[in-house]
């Protein structure tokens, strides 16, 4: 059972646009997500993420919204640059369930110059 | 501060082997989770120690086991293994058990089964 899903699963923008990725979940427990970005050859890193009391949350470039009774977020990236080109991945857990994350498929990003 | 650090990176067996994986955690760290990445099925939880204690499971088959050493670090290992578990496993530690905690991932141990 799939409960985070997310698309598009690839993605093309020019340098300058902006990339948008969007999850949505199942499980309402859920009440931490967070976004990774994976390079080829290496583990995910933590991009930003947020929590459900929160509609919105800006670091640089990068900006979560959260629509709760819709129980979707998505990932804005702004002004993408080539070196954003990435596989961008969501997740969620429960503070009940600890560290354990349920990510969504993947979204393969790439920003032409 | 060092990363995350995974062992081997890379590795190759045959169907029906065992192989054992093994993870060190950034220092202090006293959570790790393992994680399988595989094209068809994404990013998979496997399950998750801390304090030397199994915390959490995913829904894999008994043939993946895991322990964690006191000094956090953690070892994986697949018995008897299948085609279907080639796959890209990847380590995660964070501070402690609060999922609100970064955590932070290997590099991966690339395996191979053929």
């Known amino acids: 059972q799939q409960q985070v899903k997310q698309s598009p699963q690839s993605l093309i923008v020019q340098k300058g646009g902006i990339s948008i990725i969007n999850c949505a979940y199942e499980?309402?427990?859920?009440?931490?997500f967070p976004w990774y970005q994976q390079f080829p050859g290496k583990g995910p890193a933590l991009l930003i993420a947020?929590?459900?009391?929160?509609s919105e949350k800006k670091e640089g470039r990068f900006t979560i919204s959260f629509n709760k009774s819709a129980k979707q977020f998505s990932l804005h990236i702004m002004d993408s640059q080539p070196g954003d080109s990435a596989t961008y991945f969501c997740?969620?857990?429960?503070?009940?369930?600890?560290?354990?994350?349920?990510f969504g498929g993947g979204t393969r990003v790439l920003v032409k110059p | 501060k060092a990363g995350v650090t995974q062992t081997p990176r890379y590795l190759i067996k045959t169907r029906g082997q065992q192989v054992t994986l093994s993870c060190s955690p950034i220092?202090?760290?006293?959570?790790v989770s393992w994680y399988q990445q595989t094209p068809g099925q994404g990013l998979q939880f496997l399950f998750e120690?801390?304090?030397?204690?199994?915390?959490n499971k995913g829904n894999f088959p008994g043939r993946f086991s895991g322990r964690q050493f006191s000094n956090s670090r953690s070892e994986m290992n697949v018995s008897t293994l299948e085609l279907g578990d080639s796959a890209l496993y990847l380590c995660?530690?964070?501070?402690?058990?609060?999922?609100?905690?970064?955590?932070?991932f290997g590099p991966g141990t690339r395996l191979t089964v053929t």
């Open positions: 995660a530690s964070s501070l402690t058990g609060d999922s609100y905690y970064e955590q932070y």
């Open positions: 499980n309402t427990a859920f009440d931490y």
């Open positions: 947020i929590r459900p009391d929160v």
């Open positions: 997740a969620a857990s429960t503070q009940a369930a600890g560290n354990k994350l349920t």
């Open positions: 220092s202090g760290h006293r959570s």
């Open positions: 120690y801390f304090s030397e204690t199994q915390r």
